[in-house]
């Protein structure tokens, strides 16, 4: 048994946000049904690919494990037909469109709702639905860049003197779908108890402001608009990145005790009686910075690590080679092996990091081919049909 295996999606998304969101409910062990435009995902193309034959690429894969596939042209009446004769039975519907193109192909919230009052109907969109909150930006289409950069992530990521900076992996799209998860749960908790459905609206702007937390409140308290420092934190010292011989560490001795073990190690005990408390630290960071600096750019990253382990939260700047090799990684289930439709070999991808004791998530099926389940899922539809006929 897994915690979701009773529950049905009907997954109308593409690209990342709204598969990386179902994906999320599908490793839970929902039924999650993909339907797809004609021609399917914009995405299933995208690179990369590990042979030429392959039905698609890794893009699709890493977001798309564990679904079903089905292909619908919802401008067509009977694919429409189709469409809602599976929403009588599902439990959510999960999509990512502009605000309003559910309404253009008759099929809104309302629409939905008539026909299953439980349903949980959960949208991503750049900047919300009207149906919480109403707005001129809705209806604009939005991306991860767009997110962080009006969310005020771009503008605190980066070193003090470069540009704003967006954050490498995507978490305009990947924040705001897991928040549309959580919404998802807390919806069918609630149907759970008294039978009755609802909308949930995620909006990837509100999603970066949300993740930017610290800067809200460092304006509401200080009047000042916090912007890039590179590696450091604006209130613990030190808590920053150092090069080390081959390579970088990050240390985070911000605590009292940490800070003494740190000075310990680097053989400064001077270091820990001069300054004793966080407001000396912070006073005087930059020549403090200077000095950790000095220590670890004689050593090896593995050495600093070694030396510091079990009294100083420390680790080395790893890349994703790094992370392959890691023995934790494995232990953890982090990386998992799945088939690659034309290529002779498996790949791998990001394991599931929800851990249940009782109901453990399965991440270990490949992305569907395009429509590579019609008939299982409108075969039953339509054998119901004939039945009721």
């Known amino acids: 048994m897994q915690a ?30 993909k339907i797809e435009r004609p ?40 694919d429409r037909a189709d469409f809602l004769g599976l929403v009588e039975d599902a439990d959510v519907v ?56 009006l969310g005020g992530v771009m503008e605190i990521t980066g070193q003090p003197d470069g540009p ?6 995507g978490i305009g799209d990947l924040f705001t779908a897991t928040l549309n998860a959580v919404g998802v749960l807390a919806a069918l908790r609630h149907r759970d108890r008294t039978g009755e459905g609802q909308y949930v609206d ?38 920053n990145a150092f090069e080390a011989a081959d390579g970088h560490v990050v240390i985070a001795a911000f605590g009292d005790n940490h800070w003494r073990a740190l000075c310990e190690a680097m053989d400064r005990p001077d270091l820990a009686a001069e300054y004793p408390t966080t407001a000396d630290r912070l006073d005087n960071r930059e020549s403090l910075r200077e000095e950790i600096a000095e220590w670890t750019a004689a050593l090896p990253a ?23 090799e890691d023995p934790h990684v494995h232990a953890r289930d982090m990386l998992v092996k799945v088939d690659q439709p034309g290529a002779d070999e498996a790949v791998t991808i990001a394991g599931s990091p929800i851990k249940l004791s009782e109901t453990p998530p399965e991440p270990g099926e490949r992305a569907p081919l395009l429509d590579e389940h019609r008939e299982e899922l409108l075969g039953d539809e339509r054998e119901a049909v004939d039945a009721d006929d």
């Open 202 to 239: 995620t909006a990837m702007y509100d999603a970066m402001i949300s993740m930017c937390e610290r800067a809200v409140y460092q304006h509401s308290y200080t009047g000042e608009v916090p912007t890039r420092r590179g590696n450091a934190h604006p209130t613990l010292f030190p808590y």
């Open 302 to 324: 593995a050495e600093i690590c070694d030396r510091l382990e079990g009294s100083v939260p420390c680790a080395p700047v790893q890349d994703v080679s790094d992370v392959f």
């Open 39 to 78: 021609g399917g995902d914009l995405i299933r193309p995208n690179p990369p690919f590990v042979s030429d034959d392959d039905a698609y690429g890794g893009y699709f894969q890493s977001v798309n494990r564990g679904k079903r596939s089905l292909e619908l042209d919802l401008t067509d009446e009977g």
């Open 164 to 169: 704003p900076t967006k954050v490498g992996p």
């Open 94 to 149: 999960v999509e990512n469109f502009r605000a309003g193109t559910m309404e253009r192909f008759d099929l809104a919230y309302e629409t939905l709702r008539e026909r299953n009052p439980e349903l949980v109907y959960a949208s991503i969109r750049g900047f919300g639905d009207p149906r919480t909150g109403e707005t001129d930006r809705q209806g604009q289409p939005s991306f991860d860049l767009i997110a962080q950069a």
């Open 4 to 33: 979701l295996d009773d529950v049905r999606v009907l997954d109308l998304t593409q690209v990342l946000a709204g598969p990386y969101c179902t994906m999320l409910l599908a490793d839970l062990g929902a039924d999650v049904v």
